[in-house]
C-alpha cells in the first residue's frame, strides 16, 4: 500500500492481480508501478465497499492501446459484481483514448471488478482510477452529502480529489479549512513558545557565562599575585567561597572595602612578609580559593 502526498491511498493492478481489495472511505488504483502498462497482462481485480455502501469509480487518466481494425488487443472490462462473471459496465471493451472513454462506473452493490488484458506488443500509460464509496440520501452521522445527492465519508472533503463525482467535495474549501485555520493558530502558538524558551535559554548561558566571568573576576581580586612591591597583602576579613560571593553580590560596599584595599603608610614600613602572620598568608594562598 502506497500513500500518495495527498492522504490519498494509491494501490497498482499489476501488483493485485487475482486479489480482492477491501476499502473503506476512497482509494486510487493505477494500472502498473512503471510509465506504462506492461505486456501480456490479463489481471483481475475486485474491489469492495463497506457493506450499505457501493462503489464509484470515478476516471482520471485512459490511456490503451488504441482499437485495430474495431477490434481492442489491450483493454479493459468493469464488471458489476465480485467477479469477471459478472455483467459489465462498459457495453464495448474500453481501449484507446478520449471521449469514447465514461468518466465514471458505478456498481450496483458493493463490489466491482475490473479486468485488465494486454498483448505483446505496443504499452501505454494506462489508467488511474479514484474508487469512493457511496451511499445515497439522506447521509448519517458526519458523513459528506454531495450536491448529486451522494453521501460518502467526510474525509473526502478538501483532499484535492473529486470522490462525489460533481467535485462538491472540493467546493467552498477556505471556509472548511477553518479547522485548518485553528491548526495555523496552534502552529503560531507552538512556535511562539519555541521562541520563548529559546530566548529564556539564551538568557541563562549569558547569565552563567556573565556570572562565571564575575566569578573570576572576583577570584582573582583577592589573589596576592606577587607585584614585586614588596608587600604581603592581607586576607580579606571574608572567605572566598561562592556563598559569600552569591551573598555579597548587590553590596558593593563590600567589595569596595576590599577592592579598595589600599596599603597605607604603615604597611609601607613594615619588613617585606611581615603583614599578617605565615599562616595568614597561607590561608590566603590561591589554592585555598575555592575555584
Ligand atoms: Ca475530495
Given at each position: ?33 512503471g510509465i506504462t502498462y506492461k505486456n501480456l497482462l490479463d489481471c483481475s481485480l475486485t474491489v469492495t465497499a463497506p457493506s450499505s455502501h ?47 472513454i465514461p468518466s465514471n462506473f458505478t456498481s450496483s452493490g458493493q463490489s466491482m471488478t475490473l479486468r485488465l488484458v ?174
Amino acid at each position: 500500500m502506497v500513500t500518495a502526498s495527498h492522504g490519498l491511498t494509491l494501490e497498482f493492478m499489476e501488483s493485485l492481480c487475482g486479489t480482492s481489495y477491501v476499502f473503506d472511505t476512497s482509494f486510487q488504483l493505477d494500472s502498473g508501478t512503471g510509465i506504462t502498462y506492461k505486456n501480456l497482462l490479463d489481471c483481475s481485480l475486485t474491489v469492495t465497499a463497506p457493506s450499505s455502501h457501493y462503489v464509484l469509480a470515478l476516471v482520471t487518466r485512459f490511456e490503451l492501446e488504441a482499437a485495430v481494425t474495431g477490434t481492442c488487443t489491450d483493454y479493459l472490462d468493469v464488471h458489476n459484481g465480485t467477479d469477471t462473471s459478472a455483467a459489465k459496465l462498459n457495453p464495448t471493451e474500453l481501449c484507446g483514448w478520449g471521449t469514447n472513454i465514461p468518466s465514471n462506473f458505478t456498481s450496483s452493490g458493493q463490489s466491482m471488478t475490473l479486468r485488465l488484458v494486454t498483448d505483446s506488443q505496443a504499452v501505454y500509460h494506462g489508467f488511474n482510477i479514484i474508487f469512493t464509496a457511496v451511499y445515497d440520501e439522506p447521509c448519517t452521522g458526519t458523513d459528506f452529502a454531495c450536491s448529486n445527492q451522494l453521501c460518502a465519508d467526510s474525509s473526502i472533503r478538501c483532499d484535492n480529489y473529486n470522490q462525489c463525482g460533481d467535485n462538491s467535495d472540493e467546493l467552498n474549501c477556505e471556509s472548511y479549512g477553518s479547522s485548518s485555520g485553528i491548526n495555523v493558530v496552534m502552529v503560531a502558538v507552538i512556535t511562539a513558545v519555541v521562541v520563548v524558551v529559546i530566548a529564556v535559554i539564551a538568557a541563562v548561558v549569558v547569565y552563567k557565562i556573565r556570572d562565571r566571568s564575575r566569578w573570576k573576576k572576583f577570584v582573582n581580586s583577592h589573589i596576592d599575585y606577587d607585584d614585586d612591591d614588596g608587600l604581603v597583602e592581607a586576607p580579606p576579613s571574608y572567605p572566598i567561597t561562592h556563598v559569600y560571593y552569591k551573598g555579597v553580590r548587590g553590596h558593593p560596599a563590600l567589595y569596595t572595602s576590599h577592592d579598595s584595599k589600599v596599603k597605607t603608610d604603615s604597611d609601607l614600613n613594615e619588613p617585606i612578609g611581615s603583614v599578617g602572620s605565615p599562616t595568614l598568608v597561607q590561608e590566603y594562598s590561591k589554592s585555598n580559593i575555592e575555584v
